[in-house]
């Protein structure tokens, strides 16, 4: 098997042509502001009307829909926090780790993922970052077998925060983070 591509860049998460999108997502599933809010834009309505009929969840889980107008197959819905709510390491790493999982499940062989949490639930991009390589790095172990991950991020700073954070973890059996 080929060894993943794990892909950091700055730019824009709904212009990404992959398998799947991850939204930073709250547990009633609606997509409000934030990333939520890009991806309904630009989604259309069909991915909220699937989020009502699936949501909500439990914090920490995470669901799958199709991905209505964007250049995806589906958006896996992270459940980082309640409506209105904050995101804590435990949820966060949970619900990643359900992401996974799910696309897993579904096939995904590429898949584009956000600072999930960093928005307004207000969680620390370095520790997101680390949270975020760790559930990956599980996943991989686990026998995951993708292609490529991509984590889009806004801004140089958060960049940088993942590139150390996955330097960090990846450097010994998957290279360095690109």
Known sequence: MDATRIVIISGDLVEQEVDAIVNAANNNLQLGGGVAGAIRRAGGPSIQDECDAHGPVNVGE???TRAGKLHARY?????SMELGGRTSRASLKSSMD????LAQEN???SIAVP???????????DEC???MAESLNNS????WQVNEVRFVLFGEDSKLAFEAAFWHVFRPSHGPAA
Not at 75 to 79: L, M, Q, R, S
Not at 115 to 125: D, E, H, L, Y
Not at 140 to 143: A, I, R, T, V
């Open 62 to 64: 995470a669901a799958i």
């Open 75 to 79: 958006v896996i819905h992270a459940a």
């Open 98 to 101: 359900h992401v996974f999982r």
């Open 107 to 109: 096939h995904v062989k």
């Open 115 to 125: 600072a999930v949490g960093t928005g307004i639930a207000g969680f620390p991009i």
């Open 129 to 131: 970052a680390r949270v």
């Open 140 to 143: 991989l172990s686990e026998g």
